[in-house]
């Protein structure tokens, strides 16, 4: 069974800064690109980063470039978001998914974690 | 960046109602286009990838058409466990934009 399990949310200070980490099971970790998407408190799925298998290949959403570093560990089958400078629209339960990429541009998101709150307050 | 937009924001209906929700490109996807549904307190669960080929699992109820830059979502008889809110997510840039979501509620 596949499972996502994410941690290191919590409360923290604007400007501060956080790691998530995504715990990966029940399937070939290495083999995955692996993506971190957000919903801040009442409203919609937002993107924000996603790292190819190999680690080789990062991408970012605008507004978290420069802040926010995505890395991954294939050999703890483990994903990880780093977060600084965070700001109060950061604040948001961050989800890791894994990516199926298939034929041409047929990708999906088919598994995803349970969510992390990260409250970003003074 | 891909802009996506969903309508209606939200909708009320009735158990075994037709629904429809539709996602609009503001360029075209071909049909790289995907369906989620969201629970309050679960992770999102796909229903549909490409606009039209259903997830393993995912009941025949629900649908997905179109290509370019419109496409619906289709429940043919809403069920109790339907309600929740929907997102679209296009798949053809690495920007993976969602839509606004469109929230199903119980009429």
């Known amino acids: 069974e596949v499972q996502l399990v994410e941690s290191g949310g919590g409360l923290v200070q604007p400007g501060g800064s956080l790691r998530l980490s995504c715990v990966a099971s029940g399937f070939t970790f290495s083999s995955y690109a692996m993506h971190w998407v957000r919903q801040a408190p009442g409203k919609g799925l937002a993107y924000v980063s996603g790292i190819s298998s190999n680690g080789g290949s990062t991408y970012y959403v605008d507004s978290v470039k420069g802040r926010f570093t995505i890395s991954r560990d294939n050999s703890k089958n483990t994903l990880y978001l780093q977060m600084g400078s965070l700001r109060a629209e950061d604040m948001a339960v961050y989800y890791c998914?894994?990516?199926?990429?298939?034929?041409?541009?047929?990708?999906?998101?088919?598994?995803w974690g349970q969510g992390k709150m990260v409250t970003v307050s003074s | 960046d891909i802009q996506m937009t969903q309508s209606p924001s939200s909708l009320s209906a009735s158990v075994g109602d037709r629904v429809t929700i539709t996602c609009r490109a503001s360029q075209s996807l071909s049909s790289y286009l995907n369906w989620y549904q969201e629970k309050p307190g679960k992770a999102p669960k796909l229903l549909i990838y490409?606009?039209?080929s259903l997830q393993s699992g995912v009941p025949s109820r629900f649908s997905g058409s179109g290509s370019g830059t419109h496409f619906t979502l289709t429940i043919s008889s809403l069920q109790p466990e339907d309600f929740a809110t929907y997102y679209c997510q296009q798949s053809y840039s690495s920007s993976w934009t969602f839509g606004q979501g469109t929230k199903v509620e119980i009429k």
């Open positions: 998914a894994r990516a199926h990429y298939g034929s041409g541009s047929i990708h999906y998101f088919d598994y």
């Open positions: 490409a606009a039209s």
